[in-house]
């Protein structure tokens, strides 16, 4: 098994960037790790606070851009103390450093002083391109340093589908789908009807009497089960109350719920992110994947 440790930069002002870049690092070795590589996302965050007898830059120094592979500095406006001090010592230990500049309406010149003096190689992308950059940067490492994947497979498309659908729409379709999308719900509520159905010999013999379910379904998930506390049983009593059968059931259906509501969660989930990649389908074309570069 192959190790690459990475160590990323940053002031706070990219911490959002960090972790965005963190998530993709592990998602990537999650994909690597079965064949033969690691990919290891080195943070100063995974630290304990006491005190150890030596500064914390001290420590992140020693155990954290030490030990990288790779390091990252990523700048916009901001150029803080601790991030020069970060960037200085990695090029003193000879470490591979990436400089990537975000843009800016704003010039820092402190920023374009420090650059200039350590005679830094930058790379400028968008917030959007940072994980394609990112990714770039990897497979060139991995292909100077000759570290191949085991198998035949590649993990691309894996890593296409977690990383270009655009932020506009995953910002707008997974929120709105947190509340109404709710097809696990929905499945689960026909089934505690159906259940009902079956318990009191109910009839569903014409279409109106089954659209009747369907409604009692959508209307019990949509507009209930968005309640904090105590939503499910709300969605359940509503069930029963516009069916028409007695209280008594509800316990019944509590139970059912308590059993099914795993999958269903996991269908909504599944289904939020699904959602996202049909919007961005009908948003930028049949192509979507195939033209957004990597």
Partial sequence: MTTIKVFVASSSELSDQREQIGDYIRRLSYDYSPRGIRLQMLCWEDFYPEYTGISKQEEYDEQLIKICDIFFALFRTRCGKYTQHEVEYALSLDKECHILQLPSKEENVELKHFLTEQNLSTRYCNDNDLISCINSILDDYMHRHDI???????????????????????????????????????????????????????????????????????????????????????????????????????????????????????????????????????????QWLENKEV
């Fill in 148 to 286: 191949h994947l085991s198998s035949l497979a590649s993990p691309i498309d894996t890593w296409r589908l977690y990383a270009t659908i655009p932020d506009d729409i995953a910002e707008t379709t997974i929120p709105l789908g947190t509340s109404f999308h709710k097809d696990g719900s929905i499945i689960g509520s026909v089934f505690k009807i159906m259940f009902l159905v079956c318990l009191f010999g109910t009839s569903l013999a014409t279409p109106g009497e089954v659209l009747g379910v369907i409604g009692v379904a959508l209307l019990a998930n949509l507009l209930i089960t968005g309640v904090p506390i105590g939503g499910g049983t709300i969605s359940e009593m509503l069930i029963i109350t516009m069916l028409g059968y007695p209280v008594a059931a509800l316990p019944i259906l509590t139970i059912i719920a308590t059993i099914i509501d795993p999958p269903a969660t996991m269908l909504n989930v599944v289904g939020d992110t699904v959602s996202s990649m049909m919007v961005t389908r009908i948003v930028d074309g049949k």
